[in-house]
């Protein structure tokens, strides 16, 4: 199946070692960028009412900023409870400066 790119942002409004909100079409999701590496997942915790963006990226892991659970911002899996349940993921890539996400997934 082929993704469904949309124009999100612009690669410079992300920053190394930093998660970014975005609210786009009714999602609120989050954009990492990992040592230039781009990555989005939804930004709600799967654990409770915390957006992932407040917490503190460290390497491909988000920490949550209420219970510290963890997740890898590259398929969302659950890395430190008290998180049991993974995170979802959007395809994304870079192109001639702009962030495209695939949020038809
Ligand atoms: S709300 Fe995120 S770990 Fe509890």
């Known amino acids: 199946m082929n993704n469904v790119w949309t124009d999100v942002m612009s690669i410079d409004d992300t920053f ?5 909100r975005l609210d786009t079409q009714n999602k609120i999701l989050a954009i990492y ?5 781009v990555y989005c997942t ?3 915790c799967t654990h409770g009412n915390a957006l992932l ?10 920490e949550c900023p209420f219970h ?3 997740f890898d911002v590259r ?31």
Do not use: M, W
């Open 75 to 105: 398929d969302g899996r659950v890395t430190c409870e008290p998180a049991d349940k993974a995170l979802k993921t959007y395809p994304i890539k870079v192109s001639d400066g702009r962030v495209f996400v695939d949020l038809s997934v």
């Open 16 to 20: 190394e070692g930093e998660v970014t």
């Open 33 to 37: 960028n990992v040592n230039g590496s």
């Open 68 to 70: 510290q659970g963890r």
């Open 42 to 44: 939804d930004n709600v």
């Open 53 to 62: 963006s407040d917490g503190f990226l460290e390497g491909h892991e988000i």
